[in-house]
Structure formats: C-alpha cells, structure tokens
C-alpha cells in the first residue's frame, strides 16, 4: 500500500465493487468508495457530518498550522467568506499582470535549458507555478532563494506527511529517530521567511496582492487577522495553489506530445483568439476546445487522487451504514477511470467535455477540485494559471516527448509523475501561420 495506493485501491474496487472496507496501513479501516452517491451525500447532501479526517487535519495543521485547509465548522466557513474575496474575477484580473510578469521572467531560464535538450518538464513546471503563486500572493520581490527554500520545504514536508499517513506503525520510530524534528525545523525555517515578509508589509504601502487581501480582511468585530493566521494561510495557499496546476501541466503536455492533432487545435485556439496579446482572466472563457483538454487531463490524472472524511454522527446512504468516526475516502481517481461512468476511461479523448456531452456526465463522478461546500477555493486561479502557461508554452515551441521513458503516476498528496516526465522543445519560427485543424477534410 506504502508504494502505490492507487494501485492498490484500483484493484480492490474492481474485485470488492463500488464501496468496500479497507485497512489503511494495516490497522485504521475506512470506506472507501466511487460511488457518486454516496460521494455527493458525504460531500454536499449532509457535509455538515463530516469533518476532514483527524488524522489528516492533526499531520497538515502540525506543519501547515490552523487555516482553511486544517479548520471546521464556523472558523472555517468565516476564513473561506474572508479569503474568496481574492480569487474573485475583480481581484483575478489584477492577478493576471503580476502572473504573465512572473512566467515571463521564469521562461528566460527555462528556455535556456531548453535549447541544451531535453527537459524533465515536472520539476520546471513546479518552479515556474510556484513562483508565479508566491508572486500572487507576496508580490514581486520575493526572492529568488526565498522562494526556492519554501519550495523544497514544501515537497519534503508534503512526502513525510504522507508517510505520516499511510504508515502510522512508523510514526513512534519517526519521532525518537529525529526525523519528525528535522522537518520542524524545515517548516520553521521557512515560516521565519514569510514571517518577516508579512511584517514588513504591514509597514508599507497596500499592494494588489493576495497577502494584501488577507491583511485588509475583517472580522465583525473589526478586527483583522493575526500574522500566525496570516502566515498559516499563506503557506497554505501556496502548499494548494501550486502543485495543482504544475502536476496537471505536466500530465497535459504529456498527453498532448501523443495527439499532435489536439495540440495544433489548442495552438490555432490560442492565436485566434489572443493574436499578439497576452492572457487575462476576461480571455478564459473564450477557450473551449483548450478548456476540454485540460478537463479530460484533470480527470486522468487528477491531482488530488483522494479526499477523506470522518463521520460526526451515525449516517445512512441507501444500504450503507456509515458509524460515528467512521472514515470514508472518496476515491477519486477510481471515479475518474471507472467504465461504470466513463466510455473507454482510459483514453484521452477532450470530445468527452464538449458542450454537446455535458449531459452524459454523471453528478459527483468527476472531482477534479473537489465538491460541495468545501470544494477547492482557488479552482478558478488554477485554470487561468494552466491556460496562461499553456498559452505560452505552445506558440513558442514544438514539443515532443523524448523516447525510451517509463512514465507512470506517484500519488503522494498530489499524483505526481513518479520518474518526471522528459521532452525536447524546440522553438517554432516567428509570424508562421499555423493551420487550423478544424479546417482538414
């Protein structure tokens, strides 16, 4: 289970069915199910019973302290009505310079590794989504070593969690070895960073950032957010608001290195519509066939491949009895890849999420970010991150993926290419017309 759980997962959906019991690490059961009924009742219908995990919450507000990810009930509903005010499309519009600044002054950097050969594309999405979110959040002079320091503390924090989880045995082991402290003092390190930023910034003029947001946020009393909760939201939001989109990037250039015809399409779908100008949130939703694609990667190879929840009280969905602090895991990745929901689950196939297919869809089988009250906050970011990149991306190169690779999925909190995913990118010449597929007989 410790190596691949959504193999494990898989396997046991197609021999149990739907929903069925498992034993996490061996000693903690839980339900595990794709069930879209089941998933919109423990979601949505009666979300109100079911809190994240202990366990979750206990390993995430251990390292990534209270905020909107590790809190419940009226805190939590208060600091979502509070923090969505920045992820509104007035405030995504303001966003949209600070991010084209940002993948500007990334690409110089990424183009010259590109004109060497081939690039592992995971680790320089992952730079270049982060420093675009840092920038969004913190404004244009974090630093370079600022931001790569949070980075790598996040990633390494991010895979102990996970061991953390799914082999709680070791957690006893974790503690006397030093190991849980090592990453304490990781996690410190970096919040000392964001720290001293957030007070500088209470000195200074307001900026048109996210931080700005979060410090002219008010309470009904008036009062504001404390630094510790404006520190933990911030390492919150750039722990959710980076890997999302760099690991859906890369599983989209991925797919698209295999169908050159989607990739023209998406090319011709970008010129005609931008021309020479760059990409703002007022653009998004001109993209329809861009914003197929990347729905149909969303659902092979879905960030988040599961989401869990405790049960408050005892519950009932049709035949299945659900105790008080029962755990039930939303297996999403199953959702994603079952032929219960899906035609050929496992192809590539954009045409799913045409307009003219929306019907098709059945409710609560495709959770790319989430359901329900507590659905991803920054799903709207996300997208025009993805098609601000892509945007860019694919009218300055032609891609290709480099032969003789292995390349398979790593679900640790986010599913991860397990050995990255390497391609050559060689630029396309300036002012030539691209065809527009849609035009071939």
Known sequence: MALNPVQVLSKYTAQLGSTFRFYFGGVREAIVTIDPVVIQHVLKTNAENYHKSEIQVKRMGHFLGKGLLTTHGEAWRTQRRLIQKGFERKQLDVLSSIMQDSLAESLREFDKQARIGPVDIYPHLMKITFEMVGKSLFGARLKEEDIGLISKTISTVQEFMVRQTIQPYLNPWFKVSGDLRRHEEMRERADAILRDYISTRRQEAPGRDLLQILMDARYHDGEGMSDALVLSESMQLLVAGHETSSNALSWLLYLLSSRPDCLERVRHEFDSVLGETSLSYSDVPKFEFATQVIQEALRLYPPFWMVDRMALADDRVG??????????????????????????????????????????????????????PRGCIGGNYAMLQILMILSVLLRKYDLQLAPGQSIEPRPMVILRPKHGIRMTFAALTPNVKQMDPTSRT
Do not use: M
């Open 319 to 372: 035949d299945l009895a659900i105790p008080k602090g029962s755990t039930v895991v939303v297996f999403i990745y199953g959702a994603h890849h079952s032929p219960q929901y899906w035609e050929n689950p496992e192809s590539f196939d954009p045409e799913r999420f045409a307009k003219a297919n929306e019907k098709l869809h059945r409710p609560f089988c495709y959770l790319p970010f989430g359901a329900g």
